[in-house]
Each structure stands twice: as C-alpha cells, then as structure tokens.
C-alpha cells in the first residue's frame, strides 16, 4: 500500500527558499506536487516521471526531484513570492502519464503548510 507523507513547510520570507519533501512507499508511477491557498481551489505545481513538467507560476522558480534510494520526492523552492503561500500535497499516479488534474492522481499525503511572509 502506497504511503505519502510531506514535510518541510514552514514560515519563510519574500526571496526565500525552501526544499519540502516527501517520504514514499510503495510503486513510483508519476509523481507530483499539488496547492492549495485559501479560498481557492486545489492547482497543480510540478509531476515528474521520465521528464518533469511545471506550472507557468512556478518555473523557473521550482524544481522537483527525486532520490531512489531514499525513496523520497523533493520540491525545491526558490525565489519564493506570497501568493506561493498553500498547502501543499505530495501526489502519485498509478502510471506514467503525466496530468495536471486532481483526479489523475490516486495517492495523497497529508499536505504541509507553507507561508510567505510579505
């Protein structure tokens, strides 16, 4: 049984970076990175299987990645501006395909809370 947990979120500054990480278990199939800010709905960040794919908000900005051995998905943030502030989810796919959407995703972790102060 596939197991997700993020962390890592925390209170940071405008310009700042932060790295949030996600402990997986189980198959890796797609992986992504969802948000959620408050009062709006739940949007994709980044997803990586064979190649990586972002949001327009983030690139450039954001980078995912991964560490097989670890089994660990990272989400290194940087230049961090206070509308990146949300919860944010680890997300994993039962096959490659790569998708934007919520529903293309079956596995989710409990989310982390980052907030950029301005």
């Known amino acids: 049984q596939v197991q997700l947990v993020e962390s890592g979120g925390e209170l940071v500054q405008v310009g700042g970076s932060l790295r949030l990480s996600c402990a997986a278990s189980?198959?890796?199939?797609?992986v992504a990175w969802f948000r959620q800010a408050p009062g709006k709905e739940r949007e994709f960040v980044a997803a990586m299987n064979w190649r990586t794919s972002y949001a327009d908000s983030v690139k450039g900005r954001f980078t995912i990645s991964r560490d097989n051995a670890k089994n660990t998905v990272y989400l290194q943030m940087n230049s961090l501006k206070p509308e990146d502030t949300a919860v944010y989810y680890c997300?994993?796919?039962?096959?490659?395909?790569?998708?934007?959407?919520?529903?293309?995703?079956?596995?989710w972790g409990q989310g982390t809370q980052v907030t950029v102060s301005s």
């Open positions: 189980g198959q890796w199939y797609t």
């Open positions: 997300a994993l796919a039962s096959s490659y395909s790569m998708t934007t959407m919520t529903s293309g995703y079956d596995y």
